[in-house]
Structures are given as structure tokens and as C-alpha cells.
């Protein structure tokens, strides 16, 4: 059964930096196109940032392309989020998400989530 466990996350100050991590389990992550999503109380939950198998290609949100940098170590079946400069419209439930089809997982319907970590930005 695929698993997928977020951790990393915390209540942190406006300027300061979080790393997210996905820890899979019950399959190899090599094959699985991933991402990031998030979704603050009361907005729809959007896609922050995804990889291709290869680690290498990768896609960014606008509001936190610069800031934020997607990867994953597929020997360590594990998918991070580094994130700098937070903000508090960063302040929300972050989630990763796997799907073997990368059309799913830019379509926001990947069919692997995890079950979320709270990242909380203050001013």
C-alpha cells in the first residue's frame, strides 16, 4: 500500500525557512511523477511546486517561484520542499502527492497524498 508522511513543518516568523519532507512508503518513488500542494482555511487548495521522475524538471507556482525548491532523493524514497523568505500568505496545510501519470498530478488529482503538514508564517 502507498504511503506517503510529511513532516518539517512549525510556526516560524516572516524572512525565516522551513524543509519539508515526504517519506514514501510500500513503493519505489523512481517511478512516480510528485508534488507539492497547499491549502490555506477557506481557499482551494493549489499546487505549489512538482517533479518529474528525473529530479531535474521542475515547476513552480508564481508566488513562490524564488523561494522555494522542489527535489527528491529517490534512494532515499523521500520528496523535500526547501523553503526561504516565508511569508505569511505561506501559512497554510502542505501536502505531497505522487501519481505515476504527470498530467495528474498538474491537474491537482494525483492519486497518492500524504496526510498533510502545517506550516504557519507569522508577521
Known amino acids: 500500500q502507498v ?14 525557512s522551513l524543509r519539508l519532507s515526504c517519506a514514501a512508503s510500500g513503493y519505489t518513488i523512481s517511478r512516480y511523477y510528485m508534488g507539492w500542494f497547499r491549502q490555506a482555511p477557506g481557499k482551494e487548495r493549489e ?7 528525473n529530479g531535474v524538471d521542475t515547476y513552480y507556482a508564481d508566488s513562490v517561484k524564488g523561494r522555494f ?4 532523493d529517490n534512494a532515499k524514497n523521500t520528496l ?3 523553503m526561504y523568505s516565508l511569508k505569511p ?4 496545510m502542505y501536502y505531497c502527492a505522487a501519481d505515476l ?9 494525483p492519486n ?3 496526510q498533510g503538514t502545517q506550516v504557519t508564517v507569522s508577521s
Open 89 to 92: 500568505e505561506d501559512t497554510a
Open 101 to 109: 501519470w504527470y498530467n495528474r498530478v498538474v491537474a491537482g488529482t
Open 3 to 16: 504511503q506517503l508522511v510529511e513532516s518539517g513543518g512549525g510556526s516560524v516568523q516572516a524572512g525565516g
Open 69 to 72: 525548491t522542489i527535489s527528491r
Open 112 to 114: 497518492y497524498w500524504g
Open 47 to 53: 499546487g505549489v511546486a512538482r517533479i518529474y521522475t
Open 80 to 82: 523535500y520542499l526547501q
